[in-house]
């Protein structure tokens, strides 16, 4: 596998990571399950960014390494 398709598939999947974390803890934070998020005091900062962390990584990972692997593929299509 090429070193391009890994850097494809590592801007792709940060990027995907990234977008789905912003939202997904957007809308835990909107909707506020039990108030973890937060209450009269503020915002509770560290379960926001556990909350995106928790997010991110996940989706970062699986996007990197598919992304990867169909940019070789298809890339290895194109070359016959």
Do not use: K
Not at 7 to 20: E, K, P, R, S, W
Not at 42 to 47: M, N, P, Q
Request: glycine letters at 6%.
């Amino acid at each position: 596998m090429r070193a391009r398709s890994w850097y494809f598939g590592a801007i792709v999947g940060l990027l995907t990571g990234f977008l789905v974390s912003v939202s997904m803890t957007f809308a835990d934070w909107r909707l506020n399950p039990s108030g973890i998020f937060h209450n009269e005091q503020g915002t509770d900062w560290a379960i926001v960014t556990e909350t995106a962390l928790s997010w991110f990584w996940p989706v970062a990972l699986v996007s990197v390494v598919a992304t990867a692997f169909i940019h070789a593929w298809i890339s290895s299509v194109r070359a016959r």
